[in-house]
């Protein structure tokens, strides 16, 4: 476990250390991630730091300018670039250090996989898919709209609803000959 201390932006780290996961560098960090046995966290000028078991290059974070880092589960570990790119490294058992390509906004990682939220709010998950981690739900598939909109907002097509109603380009509890009703 690890935290940020809000004061001064140092890191704080407790529980196992067997592989010094829990020894983290001195310095300011915004945010810090956990993984299984190492950590990685994102310093205040935007470069990462991690520390830990290093037998893969999970701990090894790559050089440049990022807005956040993930310490994936187990051996590998990813950042979201300042250029909204992402970059993963460490042990590739499952295709996990390779994320798809395009602009993202947020990052997030399990044990074996990583799933990320394009800026456009889709959402692309890699790595291992033994528990079904990358079968998406259709609403958050690439290609369809991830944020289902409200009964009175403006649509282009009934997956786009809340309600799966789009009817003469607005959201509606039901539809009835292109038309709202209800």
Known sequence: ??????????????????????????????????????????????????????????????????????AGGNEFSCALGSDNQLTCWGRNNNGETEPPAGDFSALAAGFWHACAVYTDNKVACWGSNNFGQQDLPAAYAPGTCSIKLRTGSSCNNSPECASGFCADGVCCESGCDGLCNG
Do not use: I, M
């Open 1 to 70: 476990n690890c935290g940020v201390r809000a004061s001064d932006g140092a890191l704080l780290c407790w529980g196992r250390d067997n592989a010094g996961q829990s020894a983290p560098p001195s310095g300011a960090f915004s945010s810090v991630s956990a993984g299984v046995y190492h950590s990685c966290g994102l310093k205040s000028d935007g470069t990462v730091a991690c520390w830990g078991r290093d037998t893969y290059g999970q701990a090894t974070a790559p050089a440049g300018s990022f807005l956040s880092v993930v």
